[in-house]
């Protein structure tokens, strides 16, 4: 039952699942368990079992079954999923919601758009990085500025993963960010030994990449 539920969602448009106009005209779309009886009922397939059939089928669809759904259907319209904590930093007017699994769809174009004034809002986390690295790693590096422009500098990745996952590892340093704080703290095998502003990051750098 369940697999034949999700093969005729499947057979439908996203915009006939979310009930909505035109789905060119958004930037981003955001979907989560929530809405399973929603994107059920406006395919009209509750009309389709009994009640009890229907919740019992809402009950053994995951999430996950979902979101592969869309993502098959919505990479061919240049639509990418992220995380949402990514996109919470991305997109000022999004809040993540902390009860309950959220995915995000966004276009691939807004996505690099969004991405490009990320990266220099966050550059300052590269930097206070390179610092850690070069003071307390050990590494062979001759200087600060070469570290960062080895390792750091222009690193979407790890500025996703920080934003995504709330923490970066390299060797045996971990920073972890406090979005609301919007600070950097770096630890050293388990032992807490700076924490990082913006401005603190960007004065420190300067000074010492001369």
Same mark, same amino acid.
């Given at each position: 039952? *369940?697999?034949?539920?999700?093969?005729?969602?499947?057979?439908?448009?996203?915009?006939?699942?979310?009930?909505?106009?035109?789905?060119?005209?958004?930037?981003?779309?955001?979907?989560?368990?929530?809405?399973?009886?929603? @994107?059920?009922?406006?395919?009209?397939?509750?009309?389709?079992?009994?009640?009890?059939?229907?919740?019992?089928?809402?009950?053994?669809?995951?999430?996950?079954?979902? #979101?592969?759904?869309?993502?098959?259907?919505?990479?061919?319209?240049?639509?990418?999923? @992220?995380?949402?904590?990514?996109?919470?930093?991305?997109?000022?007017?999004?809040?993540?919601?902390?009860?309950?699994?959220?995915?995000?769809?966004?276009? *691939?174009?807004?996505? #690099?758009?969004?991405?490009?004034?990320?990266?220099?809002?966050?550059?300052?986390?590269?930097?206070?990085?390179?610092?850690?690295?070069?003071?307390?790693?050990?590494?062979?590096?001759?200087?600060? #500025?070469?570290?960062?422009?080895?390792?750091?500098?222009?690193?979407?990745?790890?500025?996703?993963?920080?934003?995504?996952?709330?923490?970066?590892?390299?060797?045996?340093?971990?920073?972890?960010?406090? *979005?609301?704080?919007?600070?950097?703290?770096?630890?050293?095998?388990?032992?807490?030994?700076?924490?990082?502003?913006?401005?603190?990051?960007?004065?420190?750098?300067?000074?010492?990449?001369?």
């Amino acid at each position: 039952m *369940k697999n034949d539920i999700l093969r005729k969602i499947s057979s439908y448009t996203v915009e006939k699942m979310l009930d909505i106009d035109d789905l060119e005209t958004l930037d981003w779309i955001w979907i989560n368990r929530e809405l399973l009886q929603d @994107i059920l009922m406006n395919l009209s397939l509750d009309e389709e079992y009994e009640e009890t059939e229907f919740k019992q089928i809402m009950e053994n669809i995951d999430f996950e079954d979902i #979101k592969n759904i869309f993502n098959r259907l919505l990479q061919s319209k240049d639509y990418i999923c @992220i995380n949402q904590f990514l996109f919470a930093s991305l997109e000022s007017g999004y809040k993540p919601t902390t009860d309950i699994e959220t995915t995000i769809f966004i276009k *691939k174009e807004y996505y #690099k758009k969004l991405y490009v004034k990320c990266i220099r809002t966050y550059e300052w986390i590269l930097k206070a990085m390179a610092i850690d690295t070069y003071m307390r790693l050990g590494t062979d590096y001759d200087s600060l #500025k070469e570290v960062y422009e080895e390792l750091y500098a222009d690193n979407s990745r790890i500025i996703e993963e920080v934003l995504s996952e709330g923490e970066s590892r390299f060797l045996t340093g971990i920073w972890k960010f406090n *979005k609301e704080q919007n600070m950097l703290y770096f630890y050293k095998l388990k032992k807490k030994y700076h924490g990082w502003s913006y401005e603190e990051a960007n004065s420190m750098y300067d000074e010492r990449s001369k």
